[in-house]
């Protein structure tokens, strides 16, 4: 394969100055000789890196090579000089103006006329490139680090006053209390308490345990997740004086994450309530569907919904807003679409401004 590899450079060597495709290639070619000089060179070399043929035959190849590769440069030299090719060798070369440029070589000796030629390609761009992908990784890496610590500190701080709410209901002599109303607050309340330390464990536990979490599913009952939801928002409901029409006839149980099932509710709802028409009753509705071999849950509302043609790209966005309310965070939508897409599924959206949503969600089997 070698011997072949110089039949076809001795070729090159003896059209090199007549063949205009060496005059024109955009690959720096070039003969070199055993002592450590450039014999012969296309004119790709001497624009690339600068200097003239004169000062490029004048002085030894090394001198040109950027002085952290020198020594690196030199030994693989050495292997050519003892007939070993070099193939696919990267190293920087300092032009002129100072630049440094990466270089990949491949080179074939010819111990018998102690000549080396060799072709390489200009890959700055490419060396650039992983140079950023490389900053970019630290920089993530140290960015899960702080959210890893963050996480403890989360776990520690949050769980703290929970646990408090959650011991003063257990001090509470609720029997003691006439008013039927005050029961049902307080009774609201501590259900809500238990039901917000249930969900800031399974967060803050699969945050701090493990940087890839695997999401643990079972076979849920969409009844009583959307009834979970529906009694931790209670208040909201009924101040809103919101209408929930419900469908699960085609199925009620679902193969999915117990927590992700209840935010995605908790999510839909509140949006529906919050950005409701002024003047008007947040009305919704939710319903199971089987289509092409899926299950789908559709949500929908008759609020003020939204111009898909403006963000139609930036729905399921992390911080993207789309109406003027004080309680917009931009979280709700990014943390659902995040949920159905990391159990294989997916969710699609259609809207009209003053017309309402519908989001389709479709669940992998």
């Known amino acids: 394969m070698i ?5 076809q450079f001795e ?3 003896e059209r090199f100055d007549s063949e205009p495709f060496f005059e024109v290639s955009q690959d720096l070619m070039c003969i070199a ?7 012969r060179i296309n004119p790709a070399v001497s624009k690339l890196l600068g200097y003239t043929n004169e000062e490029l035959f004048s002085r030894p190849v090394n001198d040109f090579v950027y002085e952290e590769d020198k020594y690196n440069t030199e030994d693989h030299r050495n292997n050519l000089r003892k007939n070993i090719p070099l193939l696919n060798f990267e190293n920087r070369y300092v032009t002129k103006s100072g630049e440094i440029l990466w270089l990949s070589w491949t080179s074939i000796p010819v111990p018998e006329s102690k000549l080396v030629y060799a072709i390489a390609k200009n890959v700055t761009h490419k060396k650039k490139l992983e140079e950023e992908r490389n900053k970019l990784f630290i920089s993530l890496s140290k960015i899960n680090e702080e959210l890893q610590h963050l996480s403890h500190m989360a776990s520690h701080d949050l769980r703290a006053p929970v646990n408090n709410l959650l011991a003063i209901f257990s001090l509470l002599d609720v029997s003691t209390i006439q008013d039927k109303e005050t029961k049902s607050l307080i009774n609201i309340l501590k ?3 238990e039901g917000l330390k249930v969900t800031l464990n ?3 536990d699969a945050a701090c345990q493990k940087k890839s979490v695997h999401v643990p599913t079972e076979n849920l009952n969409l009844h009583q997740s959307l009834n979970r939801v529906s009694h931790s928002i209670n208040s909201l409901i009924l101040d809103s004086r919101a209408v929930i029409n419900i469908d699960f006839s085609e199925f009620d149980t679902l193969n999915f994450n117990q927590v992700y099932m209840d935010s995605i509710f908790l999510n839909l709802i509140t949006n529906s309530i919050k950005y409701a ?3 008007s009753h947040p009305d919704i509705s939710i319903a199971t569907k089987r289509a092409n071999g899926s299950r789908q849950l559709i949500f929908s509302d008759k609020g003020l919904g939204f111009d898909m043609e403006k963000v139609k790209h930036k729905v399921f966005g992390l911080h993207q807003t789309f109406h003027n309310h004080a309680d917009s965070k931009g979280i709700g939508l990014f943390l ?3 949920h159905i897409n990391s159990l294989g599924g997916h969710i699609e959206v259609e809207s009209k401004l003053n017309e309402g949503v519908t989001f389709l969600l479709t669940f992998r089997d």
């Open 11 to 13: 070729v090159f060597e």
């Open 202 to 204: 399974y967060y803050l």
């Open 3 to 7: 011997s072949k590899e110089i039949n």
């Open 191 to 193: 259900s809500t308490t």
């Open 277 to 279: 028409k002024p003047d």
């Open 33 to 39: 000789g055993f002592d450590g000089y450039f014999k």
């Open 336 to 338: 659902i679409y995040n």
